[in-house]
């Protein structure tokens, strides 16, 4: 049997190459590879990056779905149904939206692939597929990414690994609580240590896609000297609270942590009540976590957004000055985002804010525009303040200003430049970005 799978595009302009900082290897991709049984021939097509031949022969097609590229996948749906190929929706959007995801393809996969991914791959080979796989939570022991389909493809020089799953923090916009039940488990230290030994001398930096490296910090503390031992470079993602440890830092350091990106969301702290993220606020603050990442060497890649009931125009200029206090490697200045499934969505949807019924499949919707209505502020004011604050954070003189405390680590430095020079050419690139490929011409095709 041929199984085509696809990572779609969040969209496309026309006339446009598409945006670069986008284009790091597709993990779900590689997942479903080392799941699909021997026997298959498969194929793999990126869609960020290289024109899909929608009339190359195949027995199926399967496509992860995230909210920002579910338009564009059931463009890529759509004209493989027309051809007779059946399609498989799965991921974050067709969990988070099920009834939706479900109009645009023959099957569905709501929640985890590990449970049900032969499953599926079996009855699309015996023509027997079912509407809908309910996937079940494991003990990650069989995730064993594929990446050879990746061969050829220019993705950007780091390696992402999975450590762990999920989050067991309720912040009120975050999606993960929703698809994962607010629920953490750490995959076996031993098939960690595995994958990163294979991939060690193809990669100089890896990032542990760790919903919250630290959603358990006993577990990541055990697993921290076997990554050390392999004398890596790594970045990932964590809540704040792990940064008050500063033997769990110490850890980090050693292990080679060289970056964490920390989710700082909000300087005002009725803000990070609406959230449910008031531990940000615990202990000695950001500053006291923020001092001892500093200490052990490890820089931060601080993220801000934007739209809650407290925000008002002197909140960009707050946020960017902290992050250029604290001398942050990078930052993002994003404004909020209401996903479906999410508290966030249902609490704004009852108070009539919401802008569009379903943003992402909306064709007057684009990208850094906010879908419903803030208290204090038009969403135009706040796309606009989004976009003066990364202009402002990622000046010239600041870019310098900022490479002196970010000196520690001679690899960090060496790439500190390139990055930030990246983050500079796309202040405005993603303003108004399309959801969907803008030169498709075509119908979205319902399951009959």
């Known amino acids: 049997m041929r199984l085509t799978l696809i990572h779609p595009a969040i969209g496309h302009r026309v006339g446009e190459s598409y945006i670069r900082s986008w284009q790091m290897e597709p993990l779900p991709i590689a997942t479903l590879a080392g799941l699909t049984p021997p026997g298959i021939s498969l194929r793999f097509y990126d869609d960020r990056m290289e024109s899909i031949p929608f009339d190359e022969p195949t027995d199926a097609v399967a496509i992860p779905v995230e909210t920002y590229t579910a338009h564009r996948a059931y463009q890529i749906a ?178 080679g942590c060289r970056g964490v990106l920390i989710g700082f969301e909000s300087l005002n702290p009725g803000n990070l009540r609406l959230m449910n993220k008031q531990f940000n606020t615990m202990q000695t603050g950001y500053l006291g976590a923020l001092a001892n990442l500093r200490k052990h060497g490890i820089a931060v890649y601080g993220t801000f957004i934007f739209g809650y009931e407290h925000d008002n125009v002197h909140s960009f200029d707050e946020a960017v000055n902290f992050a250029l206090e604290q001398d942050m490697y990078i930052a993002a200045f994003n404004h909020l985002t209401p996903f479906p499934g999410t508290p966030l969505y249902q609490r704004l949807k009852q108070e009539g804010r919401l802008r569009f019924d379903a943003w992402w499949l909306d064709s007057r919707y684009r990208y850094n525009e906010l879908p419903f209505t803030p208290k204090q502020m038009s969403p135009q004011a706040i796309s606009q303040g989004c976009v003066a604050a990364r202009r402002r954070f990622y000046g010239w003189g600041n870019i310098l200003k900022r490479s002196v405390r970010n000196r520690s680590d001679f690899f960090m430095l060496r790439n500190y430049f390139p990055i930030n020079a990246l983050h500079r050419n796309e202040v405005s690139l993603r303003n108004g970005y399309p959801l969907g490929d803008e030169a498709w011409h075509g119908r979205l095709l319902e399951v009959a």
């Open 78 to 255: 759509s004209e493989y149904r027309q051809r007779g190929v059946p399609v498989v929706l799965g991921g974050f959007h067709p969990t988070l939206a099920p009834e939706e995801a479900a109009r645009f393809g023959e099957a569905i996969v709501v929640g985890e692939a590990e449970s049900v991914w032969s499953e599926v791959v079996d009855d699309l080979r015996y023509k027997r597929l079912k509407q809908r796989y309910l996937g079940q939570q494991t003990d990650l022991g069989c995730v064993q990414p594929d990446r050879s389909l990746f061969r050829g493809k220019r993705y950007l020089p780091i390696g992402l690994v999975e450590t762990g799953r999920g989050c067991r923090f309720p912040c009120e916009f975050c999606a993960i609580q929703t698809f994962f039940g607010r629920t953490y488990r750490r995959r076996a230290t031993a098939s960690v240590v595995q994958e990163l030994a294979a991939l060690k001398n193809e990669k100089k930096l890896f990032f542990f896609v760790d919903d919250n490296f630290a959603g358990d910090i006993k577990a990541g503390a055990e697993i921290l000297p076997e990554i050390g031992q392999l004398n890596l470079r790594w970045i990932t993602q964590m809540s704040i609270n792990a940064a008050h440890d500063e033997t769990f830092v110490a850890a980090l350091a050693r292990s």
